[in-house]
């Protein structure tokens, strides 16, 4: 069974440029998380996707990110403009269904913002 | 409000010794608990999980973890240290499965 892919792994832009993280879950896995990551820090939750719905963003930072799962497969998060402050490894997680089910982790995208 | 304290962001055992890694929870309401394991480049991994059945959980390689309510607490255990065990862990809490928040990790460092 193929895991949780994300790209690109590794992501160097300057502040106030945009940038996109892709995730392609699991095959069947309808809920989907989006983490951040910082250094020395555990995960955050930024969005969770159930199919194509949103079920929680309470802690996305909307007015700079934004994420979709349009078909309720694959999904994107994007930055747009970066912040220093927004370096960090973004993580992408799916479970089969919602609820303390586990969640499969993809390897994450590192995101240097300079 | 949902949290987990990881007491402890190192922790260095010697090969062959006890591993305890420390977790103390705060829910208003019995939570679901998780311990993950994060690899250098890697993402993290499920090691065990509390849904409210047994008390004692057993999880992969050797782990295991004791809901304790009276203490609030998680504690990840394994009898004897192996070098591969050398990794970055998470503990993690949800209510509801819909908010999982994690702590901040502990670095376990294995001394041959």
């Known amino acids: 069974e193929a895991g949780v892919a994300q790209s690109p792994r590794y992501k160097i832009i300057e502040k106030r440029q945009s940038v996109a993280f892709w995730c392609n879950p699991i095959?069947?896995?309808?809920?989907l998380y989006w983490y951040q990551q910082i250094l020395g820090q555990g995960p955050k939750l930024l969005i969770q996707f159930q199919n194509n719905g949103v079920v929680d963003d309470s802690q996305l930072p909307k007015d700079r990110f934004s994420a979709e799962r349009l078909k309720g497969v694959d999904s994107t998060l994007k930055i747009q403009p970066a912040k220093l402050e927004d370096s960090a490894v973004y993580l992408c997680?799916?479970?089969?269904?919602?609820?303390?089910?586990?969640?499969?982790f993809g390897p994450g995208t590192r995101l240097l913002v300079l | 409000a949902q949290s987990v304290t990881q007491l402890g962001s190192h922790v260095s055992v010697s090969e062959g010794a006890l591993v305890l890694l420390r977790c103390n929870y705060s829910s208003s309401v019995p939570p679901y608990l998780f311990w993950y394991v994060q690899y250098p480049n890697q993402g993290l991994q499920l090691l065990l999980k509390y849904t409210s059945a047994a008390t004692l959980v057993k999880g992969i390689n050797g782990f295991e973890a004791e809901f304790k309510k009276s203490e609030t607490s998680f504690h990840l255990t394994k009898p004897s240290a192996h070098m591969s065990d050398a990794a970055e862990y998470f503990c993690?809490?949800?209510?509801?499965?819909?908010?999982?928040?994690f702590g901040t990790g502990t670095s376990l460092t294995v001394i041959p």
């Open positions: 993690a809490v949800t209510r509801t499965g819909n908010q999982f928040y």
């Open positions: 095959s069947g896995h309808a809920t």
């Open positions: 997680a799916t479970a089969a269904s919602p609820g303390p089910e586990t969640q499969y």
